[in-house]
């Protein structure tokens, strides 16, 4: 029986590339069809999803019949590169944590495509959209099925590609445009890390076969440990936004609200998380290393949240809230051990309440004519009822409010921070502690002014109203998610992923109990949230009003923008002016030199070529005077000396 349904297990595993050939085959399909797939082009476009996440389910349930030891299904697809030494195979791996993530990417991803077809049914560019968002799965799916390193930098290439498509989609608008280079440009920094980082993999260990990689680091010394993490870290960082690589998240935000629910919920922000996960024994064999992530994510967690709490734009507080959650993620994959579970689990969870949420912004804006100032807003609750309603749960999930996902998925996290030994305890568990009541005071902000106390609507808005069905069943579906998926998935996951991320976490001992953790983390959630109840429940200014010193700093993020500009943005520029100016006048100047003093000279003998008879014969006549003279000279003795 057993060898029955291990067969059928492989037998449906060995369609693994069907998760990836589906989206990708119908992005080709509506970019050469071009205009005569506009009538059906969206619905082939959430097609494309949708089938990938019912195989993706089969796949996982099949996984789920076989043992422990066997939870792993590779396919080869064919030899990508054979240079020299280097092999790489065109593979992808099936195991607990790819499958976690497909089901996660074509999930969520296929109740934003249903979300997009009525949020963009008014666009003339719809199908090219729907071409781009089945482009951006596809690639993130190879970037997580890929059995290697280079295979999942392929897909890490591709999201990138796919990202700058889609936020800079309206590209009419210059603050499009803008915010899709930016992506483009600081994700190349991170990429570059990454990249380099493989290529010492291969150099030190002459392979990027995970497995290969993975029984290999124990020979490894700890520097190039440190350093090979220290390179995938910063890959990491760009993609899922985290200090200092962070600016260009918040202004992602640009594209439509579809493409950053996408972005920022279920797929390219945890990219960087998974290859964290992934690489677990690489950053699990440096100490110093896993300082390195955890002082990441603590430090960007509380950033985003400080941002987050001076935004007025609904959109950008999700995001910023976004660069936040990311960070307990980062917090968590670095204290390494069964932590890694805890930030799979949150990563999960953030996924429906965040995409939740951000559906939930795009349907406010549709029914406040694209408006996003939530000093604007006020009193949509009467008006927009199941929008307030999921939104609500999203809200509570984030802030981490029993027995809401959220408190299942960060509590722990927070509690496994002052499990570290030594000081870095209190640091990295109060640091933790605070970022939960600063989410508690941003996002309670962001609910209160949008949807209670008085109307402060602009004159062109008569009377909000509530999205239509194609939009309000996705939030629905994505708020129950936020209700359950924290309880339900918790203990079940962390099992889950054992195989490849260790044994779950164990109740190690904290410098504080843990329930005194607990209650300090719902003490101080309810706090932050009470307090912005009391600040925000009668409304805001509708202009902006004089600032103190943080609340200044936080509405130019920290500043951090003008420090990338001063550090590195302008010395870049001058350096390349000065490197052109050097090419020009330095390089070309040589060049162009010789050859002008070769023309010239040139140019000047040629003169002497008159063709003249006479000419010749005087030249001749001189020639021999001269000679002769020399002689004459020589035989005198005055030449002698």
Request: charged share 10%.
């Amino acid at each position: 029986m057993e060898q029955v349904e291990y067969a059928q297990a492989t037998g449906l595993l060995s369609s693994l590339w069907l998760l990836v050939a589906i989206p990708l085959a119908s992005a080709a399909v509506l970019l050469l069809l071009g205009k005569r797939a506009d009538k059906w082009g969206h619905w082939l476009g959430v097609l494309a999803v949708a089938v990938p996440f019912v195989l993706g389910l089969a796949m996982f349930i099949s996984l789920a019949g076989l043992d422990e030891e066997a939870r792993s299904a590779q396919q080869s697809l064919w030899d990508f590169m054979v240079v020299g030494q280097l092999h790489v195979d065109f593979g992808l791996l099936f195991d607990p944590l790819s499958g976690v993530f497909v089901l996660l990417i074509t999930g969520v991803g296929s109740l934003i495509h249903l979300y997009a077809v009525g949020y963009m049914a008014h666009d003339e560019g719809r199908r090219k959209f729907f071409a781009y968002f089945n482009l951006f799965v596809a690639a993130m799916l190879l970037l997580v099925l890929g059995n290697n390193y280079v295979m999942l930098y392929f897909g890490w290439e591709g999201v990138g590609v796919a990202s700058y498509l889609l936020i800079s989609f309206w590209y009419t608008r210059p603050s499009a445009a803008t915010a899709g280079k930016k992506a483009f440009l600081m994700n190349r920094v991170g990429d570059a890390g990454l990249a380099v980082g493989i290529f010492l993999m291969f150099t030190t260990l002459g392979t990027t076969q995970y497995d290969a990689v993975f029984s290999g680091v124990g020979a490894l010394s700890g520097t190039t440990i440190l350093i090979m993490g220290i390179l995938l870290l910063l890959g990491a960082a760009g993609k899922s936004g985290q200090f200092p690589l962070h600016a260009w998240l918040p202004d992602a935000m640009e594209g439509p609200t579809p493409v950053s629910a996408l972005i920022h919920a279920a797929t390219m922000v945890t990219a960087g998380v998974y290859l964290i996960a992934r690489s677990n024994p690489i950053f699990s064999a440096n100490l110093t290393l896993q300082t390195i992530v955890v002082s990441v994510g603590a430090l960007t967690l509380l950033l985003g949240c400080i941002i987050g709490a001076a935004k007025d734009d609904i959109k950008r507080v999700l995001a910023w809230s976004t660069v936040s959650q990311i960070g307990y993620m980062f917090l968590g994959v670095g204290l390494g051990g069964g932590a890694y579970a805890l930030a799979i689990i949150h990563l999960l969870a953030h996924g429906f309440f965040k995409a939740n949420m951000f559906l939930g912004a795009g349907s406010v804006m549709h029914g406040m004519h694209d408006q996003v100032d939530i000093r604007r807003f006020g009193g949509l609750r009467k008006y927009m009822k199941w929008t307030w309603l999921t939104f609500m749960m999203g809200w509570l999930a984030i802030i981490g409010i029993p027995p809401l996902s959220g408190y299942f998925s960060k509590e722990p996290i927070i509690a496994a921070a002052f499990e570290r030994e030594g000081w870095t305890a209190w640091l990295f568990g109060l640091a933790a502690l605070l970022g939960a009541g600063l989410t508690a005071f941003y996002m309670t902000r962001l609910f209160v002014l949008t949807f209670h106390g008085p109307a402060r609507w602009t004159d062109d808005i008569h009377e909000p109203h509530e999205s239509p069905y194609i939009m309000t069943v996705p939030l629905m579906l994505l708020a129950l998610g936020s209700i359950v998926a924290g309880g339900l998935m918790a203990s079940p996951v962390a099992h889950w992923l054992e195989p490849v991320l260790g044994p779950e976490a164990e109740d190690l001992h904290a410098v504080i109990p843990h329930w005194l953790i607990t209650v300090l983390s719902l003490v101080i959630t309810v706090l932050g949230a009470g307090l912005a109840w009391a600040m925000f429940r009668r409304g805001t200014a509708t202009a902006p009003q004089p600032a103190g010193v943080v609340v200044t700093a936080a509405r130019k993020n920290l500043y951090t923008d003008a420090i990338n500009e001063a550090v590195f943005e302008r010395p870049g520029i001058y350096l390349t002016r000065a490197l052109v100016y050097l090419d020009n006048k330095g390089i070309d100047g040589i060049v162009n030199g010789l050859a002008a003093g070769v023309g010239g000279g040139s140019g000047r003998i040629r003169r002497l070529q008159t063709g003249f008879v006479r000419s010749y014969a005087l030249s001749m006549l001189t020639g021999a005077v001269l000679v002769v003279g020399a002689f004459l000279a020589i035989q005198l003795g005055w030449l002698a000396s």
